[in-house]
Antibody
Framework: EVQLVESGGGLVQPGSSLKLSCVAS????????MHWIRQAPKKGLEWIAL????????YYADSVKGRFTISRDNSKNTLYLEMNSLRSEDTAMYYC???????WGQGVMVTVSS | DIQMTQAPSSLPASLGDRVTITCRAS??????LRWFQQKPGKSPRLMIY???NLAAGVPSRFSGSRSGSDYSLTISSLESEDMADYYC?????????FGSGTKLEIK
């Protein structure tokens, strides 16, 4: 059974940093590109980042480019999202998703507030 | 960036109705179009990929179609479990972009 489990969210102050993790199981993680997607409270979905299976390519939404970094450790079946210079508008539920968007994690909440 | 214009934003409908949600792409995206269903407090669920292909486990009352740059999700006979938010997504090029969503609710 494919599972994606996010962790690392919480309440942080503006300007601070946070690193999210997404642990994958039930499929060959090292063979698949992976995404991060977020959803602000009561708002729509926003794609924010993609990493290739071998980390050779990374793509970002303009809203997070230069502040967020997507990475992965295939030996640990884990996807990461390092978030710096956090703003109130980054408050959202963050989801990881497998290439093809056929599997999503349950999401982890990030709240940026003073 | 490719813009996905989704309509309507809200769709009141009755059980048994045939309903259609549409997304229009601002540039050519071929068939790189997916549809998702999201229920309150849940993660999105893939419903349609490649514009017209039903994802695994999705009931056959759901279908996807394309006419030029217009993409549609149709539910042939609405059931209560279909009440949810629906989003389209283009994955032709980065940045990937979602439509703004459609809230399907009981009339």
């Amino acid at each position: 059974e494919v599972q994606l489990v996010e962790s690392g969210g919480g309440l942080v102050q503006p300007g601070s940093s946070l690193k999210l993790s997404c642990v994958a199981s039930g499929f060959t993680f090292s063979s698949y590109n992976m995404h991060w997607i977020r959803q602000a409270p009561k708002k729509g979905l926003e794609w924010i980042a993609l990493i290739y299976y071998d980390s050779s390519n990374k793509y970002y939404a303009d809203s997070v480019k230069g502040r967020f970094t997507i990475s992965r450790d295939n030996s640990k079946n884990t996807l990461y999202l390092e978030m710096n210079s956090l703003r109130s508008e980054d408050t959202a539920m963050y989801y990881c998703a497998k290439w093809g968007f056929d599997y999503w994690g349950q999401g982890v909440m990030v709240t940026v507030s003073s | 960036d490719i813009q996905m214009t989704q309509a309507p934003s809200s769709l009141p409908a009755s059980l048994g109705d045939r309903v259609t949600i549409t997304c229009r792409a601002s540039q050519d995206i071929g068939n790189y179009l997916r549809w998702f269903q999201q229920k309150p407090g849940k993660s999105p669920r893939l419903m349609i990929y490649g514009a017209t292909n039903l994802a695994a486990g999705v009931p056959s009352r759901f279908s996807g179609s394309r006419s030029g740059s217009d993409y549609s999700l149709t539910i042939s006979s609405l059931e209560s479990e279909d009440m949810a938010d629906y989003y389209c997504l283009q994955s032709k090029e980065s940045p990937l972009t979602f439509g703004s969503g459609t809230k399907l609710e009981i009339k």
